[in-house]
């Protein structure tokens, strides 16, 4: 081909290239990603045999969905009732259908439930179709009973969602906490629930939220609540309403244990002891100047020893004069430590509480603060007169006195080695910087109390807004004014502990023993503490 020839075949040589971008172009062409997120989950289209079906006589059980569904954890969610020896078969995983096979032979005149609990779920998103229940009968007629009520939590009040609600005929009741119960269902986003189709019984019925998702109840992590006495179920029963607890161990464990990094020995229990004491039995010259901290519900324990020659040691653990455990600690001869004394404070979001010494809290035994290493800064300018005196009732705890001013700013700076813990550890530069809290900020609570019986024990708490937190508690015995005194502008609740033991705290429940938690009530009315003002309320403590 000429030169020529080659020039004038050129533009069709760009139209050629120019048609087949545009046809890989368009066979490119993909649905518009985005738009909202599926949140809801399967939905069943058709069931064969008919759920509620009466005289059933199948072999198999087929579900259809209006999407793709999956199986998940179907060992811990499904279950039947009542119970197989040999369990129903699931299948249909990335499939719009499901089949369930039922290998044992049915019993006459009996209406079986297959709970699926969570198990099914659609492909994409995995949003589970929750407390999907397939009911039939063998007879002529279905279990038609219904036990329904509410579950809440019974330090805090509030309603527990997705708490699982079951039920144990009175013969089985020895299965608890040893295997997964056949009819159970799950509460809604109000607490509620509602256990259908059971046939009349005598059951007993409890209220698990779980951690391990076994549906088994494991003391040491789930929380578990349980109605006394045994139903009698021969009509529907409504209002059936319990309370989730976490119970005390009966017997007490150490559930962590450790020869930390800095030195300091730290030990979990799996109790709230009530006088707890620590003593290193071996070698016994290692014991003395040791410290002690334990926590505010005293079931965890930091020690710090004066002495780390060791190469192994024995601590003992007493509750109330009464021995516990004996833990054995080793180290190597060749072991380092790393000591940084950190400080942590009890500022509000850099405001201090006009009301208050600022608090440093140590992670440290401290044996000496050198002052002339410390300053103060009021508004950029260095202040003198003030002190760090140690906390009459935690030893980690110093309160920093000064006449603090309104509207100025702070600055605290403790320089390297201002500090000196045990072992002649040191603290790198702590700064603190902060202002003083505006006394119109801050307002008082002055609660009338009644109470209805002088022979009993209360005890009245502050909680926070989200109730989790008691900011304030008073033991109450008889009519009384209680004054909660220059607190931050915010919202509060007051709650009421009754006291039956009169030990001064909330004791929980015991499954085993039949014991509920200590009732709290509520008062419903939402005490909002406005700054700069005195709120004076009448509270009448009614009758458990």
Known sequence: MSKREKLANRPYIHYLILIIALIYGCASIRTPEGGPKDTQPPKVLKMEPKNLTTNFKSKKITIEFDEYVKLQNEFKEFSISPEQERPPILKGSNSKKLEITLQDSLEKNTTYTLNFGKSIADINEGNALKNFTYVFATGPTLDSLSIS?????????????????FI?????????????????TTTDSSGNYKLNNLKKGTYKVYALVEKGGDKIYQQSSDEIGFIKTPLVLDKNLDSINLTVFKELASNFRILDRKLNSDGSITMNFNQQLKKPEITVIEPVNVDANKKIRFNKTNDSVKVWLNDLSFDSIKVAIKDEGKGLDTIKFTRGKKDTYTRNIQAGDNLEGNILNPYKDLK?????????????KVTLLEDSI?????????DSLDFLTYNVKYLWKPKEEYILKLADGALTGIFNSKNKVITKTFKLGNNEDYGTLILTVDVPDTTKNYILQVVNE???????????????????????AGIYFVRIVYDENKNGIWDTGNVKQGLQPEKIWYAPLELSIKANWDRKEKLSIPKE
């Open 149 to 165: 009520g509410n579950v809440k939590n019974a330090l805090t009040g509030k309603p527990e969602m997705e708490a699982i609600v």
């Open 168 to 184: 144990l005929p009175l013969s089985r009741d020895s299965i608890f906490g040893k295997k997964k119960p056949s009819i159970y």
């Open 360 to 372: 440093l809290h140590f992670n440290f035994p401290i044996d000496n603060i050198d002052l002339t």
């Open 382 to 390: 260095p202040r003198t007169g003030f002190s760090l005196v140690k």
């Open 466 to 488: 989200k109730k989790e937190v008691v900011v304030s508690s008073e033991r109450i015995y008889k009519n009384t004014i209680v004054t909660f005194s220059k607190y931050r």
